[in-house]
């Protein structure tokens, strides 16, 4: 089954025909991903549910979906993001281009997941949150294998079976989510490292470094979001709106890298 759907893959990547082909797979991946959340099979994934764990005071004259307005709002920053970076119409000759539309779409889909999952609060909605955040990583794995190997559709499938079947995890251990996701950033940085080495410049390693360092404010801001509150400068623009900040960048930077590489 994989084969046969990887040489469809790779027919609709060689000629891309049809603008709406990467928005229809990223979406199909979307519907499988919240069909089997839904179902209950992730049920016992441990997540953080309630306001409690936000630094951010809600406010509540406000409705639900604006509960945390500075943590709600900056998830538009992601649909901006994907908006900027999707090909436009006459940049669909070249293969590459197929890959940053499949990126872009994933950020125009992801920031809306994580605003569902803030304005209800709601379990399924957090694990949807935490498990589209792996093959959102992975798919820079994949982008930076074509450059060094070509196009090879089956392989891109199997990597992103993988990285979805990694948060099973999640249900084993009670921190399997970021050992799965700690393992993702692992090889992002490694595989964008190798591909530095052999197709890379001086500013490519810039953009490179600036990712490097925006993931790890990424980190590092979500883990410390409660502690910074007792600094003004983190009471209503916390670590956790920050730590998105740095995920946009990290975001952007991914996208600078990849693109100038595959020019």
């Given at each position: 089954m994989?084969k046969?759907?990887?040489?469809?893959?790779?027919?609709?990547?060689?000629?891309?025909?049809?603008?709406?082909?990467?928005?229809?797979?990223?979406?199909?991946?979307?519907?499988?991903?919240?069909?089997?959340?839904?179902?209950?099979i992730?049920?016992?994934?441990?997540?953080?549910?309630?306001?409690?764990?936000?630094?951010?005071?809600?406010?509540?004259q406000?409705?639900?979906?604006?509960?945390?307005?500075?943590n709600?709002?900056?998830?538009?920053?992601?649909?901006?993001l994907?908006?900027?970076?999707?090909?436009?119409?006459?940049?669909?000759?070249?293969?590459?281009?197929?890959?940053?539309e499949?990126?872009?779409?994933?950020?125009?889909?992801?920031?809306?997941?994580?605003?569902?999952?803030l304005?209800?609060?709601?379990?399924?909605?957090?694990?949807?949150?935490?498990?589209?955040?792996?093959?959102?990583?992975?798919?820079?794995?994949?982008?930076?294998?074509?450059?060094?190997?070509?196009?090879?559709?089956t392989?891109?499938?199997?990597?992103?079976?993988?990285s979805?079947?990694s948060?099973?995890?999640?249900?084993l251990?009670?921190?399997?989510f970021?050992?799965?996701?700690?393992?993702?950033?692992?090889i992002?940085?490694w595989?964008?490292?190798?591909?530095?080495?052999?197709?890379?410049?001086?500013?490519?390693?810039?953009?490179?470094?600036?990712?490097?360092?925006?993931?790890?404010?990424?980190?590092?801001?979500?883990?410390?979001?409660?502690?910074?509150?007792?600094?003004?400068l983190f009471?209503?623009f916390?670590?956790?709106?920050?730590?998105?900040?740095?995920?946009?960048?990290?975001?952007?930077?991914?996208?600078?890298?990849?693109?100038?590489?595959?020019?």
């Amino acid at each position: 089954m994989l084969k046969e759907l990887g040489q469809a893959l790779e027919r609709a990547g060689i000629k891309l025909e049809s603008k709406r082909e990467p928005a229809l797979q990223v979406a199909g991946g979307l519907v499988l991903c919240v069909g089997i959340v839904a179902s209950g099979i992730l049920d016992d994934v441990q997540t953080e549910i309630g306001y409690g764990y936000y630094a951010e005071p809600t406010m509540p004259q406000l409705p639900a979906i604006l509960a945390m307005p500075a943590n709600c709002l900056v998830n538009v920053a992601y649909v901006l993001l994907g908006w900027y970076w999707l090909p436009s119409c006459d940049k669909k000759g070249q293969t590459y281009y197929y890959f940053q539309e499949v990126f872009a779409v994933m950020a125009l889909a992801y920031g809306p997941v994580q605003w569902v999952r803030l304005w209800t609060q709601h379990h399924w909605a957090a694990v949807l949150d935490q498990w589209l955040t792996l093959p959102i990583f992975a798919w820079v794995v994949v982008w930076c294998h074509f450059l060094e190997q070509g196009w090879k559709p089956t392989t891109f499938l199997a990597m992103e079976v993988a990285s979805l079947t990694s948060y099973a995890l999640a249900l084993l251990y009670p921190q399997g989510f970021e050992l799965a996701l700690g393992g993702h950033i692992f090889i992002v940085v490694w595989r964008a490292w190798k591909v530095q080495r052999h197709l890379g410049n001086a500013a490519s390693f810039q953009i490179m470094a600036l990712g490097i360092a925006s993931c790890l404010g990424f980190i590092s801001l979500k883990l410390w979001d409660q502690d910074l509150a007792q600094w003004a400068l983190f009471q209503r623009f916390t670590g956790h709106f920050w730590s998105k900040i740095c995920d946009v960048l990290q975001f952007h930077c991914a996208f600078l890298f990849l693109t100038q590489l595959s020019r």
